[in-house]
């Protein structure tokens, strides 16, 4: 398959642990953010979001957490499993546009 | 399966040629935008179409045009073709366009040659 991204930020887990993915965003005026997964050869996968009007959002597994005053986001795996191995994206869209700005993306290695 | 569906899935071609692109959104979705994937520019936001008409423009070149039909497909139009375009092409789909989620499709990998 192809490669996305060849010198991505890699972070490497045991299958089990919890994982913490980590995103800086630029853009002080953006309301929205979302947590993309792509595994290879697929296009990315929704994950989570978040509003601006929150600092904190959970789904299954995973939580997302929203810091604006440092506009820092994070992405917390729970129990992170072989099938969680592939590249995550954090995106923003500032107020008044729907386009969406990705991140660079980090991968993610559980090792079994 | 996100619901939304890419034609082709490889695409080979040589530089200068034109090549167009196509995308069926997920039922029921109104909006549709056109992202492109290369290893050193990460995603980027090329155009997004709204129940047909154009509704954000980002970094789209004058080589590429999009369009969306009335019955909510789209097609991203690639022309003079240069090396550089070689690239994953994605589309994505939303309920409304607004701050609703949006849902990629598998994508297109086009390789200029």
């Known amino acids: 398959g192809e490669s996305v991204g060849l010198h991505l930020p890699t972070l490497s887990v045991q299958e089990g642990d919890n994982s913490i993915i980590n995103c800086a965003y630029s853009?002080?005026?953006?309301?929205?953010f979302i947590w993309y997964k792509q595994e290879s050869g697929k296009g990315p996968q929704f994950i989570i979001d978040i509003r601006s009007n929150m600092d904190k959002r959970q789904g299954q597994r995973v939580t997302v957490l929203l810091n604006k005053t440092v506009k820092h986001l994070s992405l917390q795996i729970a129990a992170t499993q072989p099938g969680d191995s592939a590249v995550y994206f954090c995106?923003?869209?500032?107020?008044?546009?729907?386009?969406?700005?990705f991140g660079s993306g980090t991968r993610l290695q559980v090792q079994p | 399966d996100s619901g939304v569906t890419q034609t082709p899935k490889h695409l080979i071609t040589a530089t200068g040629q034109r090549v167009t692109l196509r995308c069926s959104p997920r039922s029921g979705d109104l909006s549709v935008y056109w992202y492109q994937q290369s290893l050193d520019q990460g995603l980027q936001f090329l155009i997004q179409?709204?129940?047909?008409?154009?509704?954000a423009k980002g970094n789209i070149l004058e080589r590429f045009s999009a369009q969306q039909f009335p019955d909510l497909h789209s097609e991203l139009n690639l022309s003079s073709l240069e090396l550089g375009d070689s690239a994953l092409y994605f589309c994505?789909?939303?309920?409304?366009?607004?701050?609703?989620?949006?849902?990629f499709g598998p994508g297109t990998r086009l390789t200029v040659l």
């Open positions: 994505a789909s939303s309920t409304r366009g607004g701050l609703d989620t949006q849902y």
């Open positions: 179409y709204y129940n047909g008409e154009e509704r």
């Open positions: 995106a923003e869209s500032p107020a008044g546009r729907r386009a969406l700005t």
């Open positions: 853009n002080s005026a953006s309301d929205y």
